[in-house]
Nanobody, 124 residues
């Protein structure tokens, strides 16, 4: 069992930056690959970024590639999503997720554990 708590969301102007953090507790953090997803009302939760167990492989949605960076610190049980050059269309609730799998990381169904989400609003 893994418990995930996100933080760092908020209101930012277009072009600005935010840093989302996800703190994990429970079983060995390094046993899990981690992902970030986002969701807006009435839409499906969509993949944003993921990182494998060691941190050696990272995956991004095309819409955020070059602007967002995912990283993890296995010693601190945290995963971070650095979001730069934010756009109004990045407005959503962002969720941290964990999976025992080390493949198929962009696939939402592969994640067993989810945080409660942190809202991000980007104003134009």
């Amino acid at each position: 069992q893994v418990q995930l708590v996100e933080s760092g969301g908020g209101l930012v102007q277009a072009g600005g930056s935010l840093r989302l953090s996800c703190a994990a507790s429970g079983r060995t953090f390094s046993s899990y690959a981690m992902g970030w997803f986002r969701q807006t009302p009435g839409k499906e939760r969509e993949f944003v970024a993921a990182i494998n167990r060691s941190g050696g492989s990272r995956y991004y949605a095309d819409s955020v590639k070059g602007r967002f960076t995912i990283s993890r610190d296995n010693a601190k049980n945290t995963v971070v999503l650095q979001m730069n050059s934010l756009k109004p269309e990045d407005t959503a609730t962002y969720y941290c997720a964990a999976t025992a799998l080390n493949y198929g990381l962009p696939v939402k169904a592969n994640y067993a554990y989810w945080g409660q989400g942190t809202p991000v609003t980007v104003s134009s």
